[in-house]
């Protein structure tokens, strides 16, 4: 739970919060005394830039509470399908962090415990009588005592809480909210009070921030002077769709950002500094997200489809607050509603040709996606022959080598044969010829022998002849 103990920084900042309230307080009973056109219409001035995020000094260490809020009548068990199926895309989107839906009943218990050491802010919060206002009052508890996110039970979540907050800024950010509507160059829509205003329907602080304990501050006053003026007490306020915004909704929301900026930045701020915003803005400490962040899918203000990148929260509208309130009085809703019908009806225009333009866009993609498919199994086609092509070719060229190989083994078993025949033949050759040496040489001895023997023979005949 937060820590709220008054040291004598807290208190110091109290007194400045109460000064700025006191002055709210002047401006906002001057409101009623204006005709609608006319409330809170900034002083045209100057718009200036946001300051860099490295001149920032981070006051609050670490990072933001993991927790997202939401608040209920009842309990999960009880509620309507689609809105379980809202909070079921928080928890799928965001599994590291904590979850908890306060009931009328836990609100109560919560308020008591997180504020006990604030008596004048429970006290409030249980005089009030109207639903609405303890609605909006305790969104702002909420995030002043605890930290985290907010948001309301009929809000989609369409991308991770860490996606919202740019990295560049990532360690000087400690509030975070959302434009929800900008007048821009045209004429304010009827049931609006401001310019420009931020969502209250979906927001993020880290707990003690100055700006939540402002809001409060200008809630309180606000409910007060309103009953005042109304000449009644605070639990049986009954106000009107302009008075909820303007009293605890999202035009004092927005009211109480640009004052504090206007304080922290030492230069007026105010709707002109932010219109037309198509980037996350940081001024100070807080983080203004474009209208496509949570104020998507809407029919103004330049604000774009859920489907988009920048899209990270998409709002219902299943919410019944508005139901038997006059926007502001019941002769000026009657002109409105002819004015309204006319809004949705170019909207449903400006929808259908966005439709058709994104089902051009789809053709022509899916047709590009086509031609690549085909030029990817064309390829794949391709490198397939190539790859067949390879493999007969190596094929072939190691049948070659094969056969080239037993060719040239039996070119050589062929060579070793006929080196081995001639061997063959040149021992016969060289037998042959010693066989042809031996006879002549007993032929020649022979023949000596013979001559011998005939020597012999005749010696012996002549000598036979002697003696006869």
Same mark, same amino acid.
């Given at each position: 739970?937060?820590?709220?103990?008054?040291?004598? @920084?807290?208190?110091?900042?109290?007194?400045?919060?109460?000064?700025?309230?006191?002055?709210?307080?002047?401006?906002?009973?001057?409101?009623?005394?204006?005709?609608?056109?006319?409330? !809170?219409?900034?002083?045209?001035?100057?718009?200036?830039?946001?300051?860099?995020?490295?001149?920032?000094?981070?006051?609050?260490?670490?990072?933001?509470?993991?927790?997202?809020?939401?608040?209920?009548?009842?309990?999960?068990?009880?509620?309507?399908?689609?809105?379980?199926?809202?909070?079921?895309?928080?928890?799928?989107?965001?599994?590291?962090?904590?979850?908890?839906?306060?009931?009328?009943?836990?609100?109560?218990?919560?308020?008591?415990?997180?504020?006990?050491?604030?008596?004048?802010?429970?006290?409030?919060?249980?005089?009030?009588?109207?639903?609405?206002?303890?609605?909006?009052?305790?969104?702002?508890?909420?995030?002043?005592?605890?930290?985290?996110?907010?948001?309301?039970?009929?809000?989609?979540?369409?991308?991770?809480?860490?996606?919202?907050?740019?990295?560049?800024?990532?360690?000087?950010?400690?509030?975070?909210?959302?434009?929800?509507?900008?007048?821009?160059?045209?004429?304010?829509?009827?049931?609006?009070?401001?310019?420009?205003?931020?969502?209250?329907?979906?927001?993020?602080?880290?707990?003690?921030?100055?700006?939540?304990?402002?809001?409060?501050?200008?809630?309180?006053?606000?409910?007060?002077?309103?009953?005042?003026?109304?000449?009644?007490?605070?639990?049986?306020?009954?106000?009107?769709?302009?008075?909820?915004?303007?009293?605890?909704?999202?035009?004092?929301?927005?009211?109480?950002?640009?004052?504090?900026?206007?304080?922290?930045?030492?230069?007026?701020?105010?709707?002109?500094?932010?219109?037309?915003?198509?980037?996350?803005?940081?001024?100070?400490?807080?983080?203004?997200?474009?209208?496509?962040?949570?104020?998507?899918?809407?029919?103004?203000?330049?604000?774009?489809?859920?489907?988009?990148?920048?899209?990270?929260?998409?709002?219902?509208?299943?919410?019944?607050?508005?139901?038997?309130?006059?926007?502001?009085?019941?002769?000026?809703?009657?002109?409105?509603?002819?004015? @309204?019908?006319?809004?949705?009806?170019?909207?449903?225009?400006?929808?259908?040709?966005?439709?058709?333009?994104?089902?051009?866009?789809?053709?022509?993609?899916?047709?590009?996606?086509? @031609?690549?498919?085909?030029?990817?199994?064309?390829?794949?086609?391709?490198?397939?022959?190539?790859?067949?092509?390879?493999?007969?070719?190596?094929?072939?060229?190691?049948?070659?080598?094969?056969?080239?190989?037993?060719?040239?083994?039996?070119?050589?078993?062929?060579?070793?044969?006929?080196?081995?025949?001639?061997?063959?033949?040149?021992?016969?050759?060289?037998?042959?010829?010693?066989?042809?040496?031996?006879?002549?040489?007993?032929?020649?001895?022979?023949?000596?022998?013979? @001559? !011998?023997?005939?020597?012999?023979?005749?010696?012996?005949?002549?000598?036979?002849?002697?003696?006869?």
């Amino acid at each position: 739970m937060g820590n709220l103990s008054a040291s004598p @920084e807290a208190r110091l900042s109290r007194y400045a919060v109460i000064a700025a309230a006191v002055l709210f307080t002047l401006h906002f009973l001057s409101l009623f005394r204006q005709s609608p056109e006319h409330w !809170m219409t900034p002083e045209l001035k100057k718009p200036i830039s946001s300051r860099n995020a490295t001149q920032l000094a981070p006051r609050y260490k670490g990072p933001f509470p993991h927790k997202i809020w939401q608040t209920g009548k009842s309990g999960f068990v009880n509620l309507e399908q689609d809105a379980r199926d809202t909070i079921m895309s928080w928890l799928k989107m965001n599994q590291n962090w904590r979850y908890e839906l306060l009931t009328d009943h836990s609100a109560e218990t919560y308020v008591r415990n997180v504020f006990a050491n604030r008596p004048e802010i429970v006290e409030l919060y249980f005089d009030i009588g109207d639903p609405i206002l303890r609605a909006d009052m305790l969104r702002y508890l909420i995030l002043l005592g605890d930290g985290g996110v907010y948001s309301d039970v009929d809000t989609k979540a369409l991308k991770p809480i860490g996606n919202w907050i740019p990295l560049a800024y990532s360690d000087y950010v400690n509030v975070v909210v959302g434009v929800e509507y900008d007048r821009m160059d045209g004429d304010r829509w009827f049931d609006w009070t401001l310019d420009l205003q931020f969502t209250n329907w979906a927001m993020m602080a880290k707990p003690g921030h100055p700006a939540l304990e402002l809001t409060v501050s200008m809630l309180s006053n606000a409910v007060s002077t309103l009953a005042a003026t109304k000449g009644t007490d605070i639990g049986h306020l009954t106000l009107s769709q302009h008075e909820i915004l303007n009293c605890t909704g999202p035009a004092l929301f927005t009211m109480a950002i640009f004052q504090h900026l206007s304080t922290t930045t030492g230069e007026e701020f105010s709707w002109l500094n932010v219109t037309r915003l198509s980037r996350p803005m940081l001024v100070d400490d807080i983080l203004i997200l474009p209208i496509n962040g949570f104020g998507n899918s809407q029919p103004h203000s330049g604000s774009r489809s859920e489907n988009e990148d920048d899209a990270f929260v998409k709002h219902l509208f299943k919410g019944s607050w508005k139901k038997d309130r006059p926007i502001i009085n019941k002769e000026s809703d009657d002109e409105e509603k002819q004015r @309204e019908e006319q809004h949705w009806k170019l909207w449903d225009e400006q929808e259908k040709k966005l439709e058709e333009e994104r089902k051009e866009e789809q053709r022509k993609l899916d047709e590009i996606e086509k @031609e690549q498919r085909k030029k990817k199994e064309d390829a794949a086609k391709a490198e397939q022959e190539a790859s067949k092509l390879a493999d007969e070719r190596k094929q072939k060229e190691e049948k070659e080598a094969e056969e080239k190989k037993k060719a040239e083994e039996e070119e050589q078993k062929k060579q070793e044969e006929e080196k081995k025949k001639e061997e063959q033949r040149k021992d016969e050759e060289k037998k042959e010829g010693s066989n042809e040496a031996g006879t002549r040489e007993d032929r020649e001895k022979e023949a000596e022998r013979l @001559e !011998m023997w005939y020597e012999k023979m005749q010696n012996s005949q002549l000598k036979k002849e002697e003696i006869e």
